[in-house]
Nanobody, 124 residues
Framework: QVQLVESGGGLVQAGGSLRLSCAAS????????VGWFRQAPGKEREFVAA????????NYADSVKGRFAISRDNAKNTVYVQMNSLIPEDTAVYYC?????????????????WGQGTQVTVSS
């Protein structure tokens, strides 16, 4: 089992920045990959970004490329997503997800551990 706890959400004005954190515990290993997804009201959950824990390879949704940056701190077992130039369309509940077989793609079905989510609201 891998447990995930998100933090860092909040209210920010358009153009502002936030950093979300995802702290992992449990049976983490070098094959872990962590992704961020988001779900806006009335919409399906969508992929945001992902990172492979060991090599640091990353993957981003087109909608956030150039604005968001995912990174990890192995010593703290934590993955971050730095979100810059936020727009109202980024408003959503953001979820951290993980798997233990190195998948860092965009499909929800590739992740079998999920956090509770953290709300991000971007005002115009």
């Amino acid at each position: 089992q891998v447990q995930l706890v998100e933090s860092g959400g909040g209210l920010v004005q358009a153009g502002g920045s936030l950093r979300l954190s995802c702290a992992a515990s449990g049976r983490t290993s070098s094959n872990v990959a962590v992704g961020w997804f988001r779900q806006a009201p009335g919409k399906e959950r969508e992929f945001v970004a992902a990172i492979h824990w060991n090599g640091g390879s990353t993957n981003y949704a087109d909608s956030v490329k150039g604005r968001f940056a995912i990174s990890r701190d192995n010593a703290k077992n934590t993955v971050y997503v730095q979100m810059n130039s936020l727009i109202p369309e980024d408003t959503a509940v953001y979820y951290c997800a993980a798997n233990r077989y190195s998948y860092y793609g965009a499909s929800e079905s590739g992740y079998n551990y999920w956090g509770q989510g953290t709300q991000v609201t971007v005002s115009s």
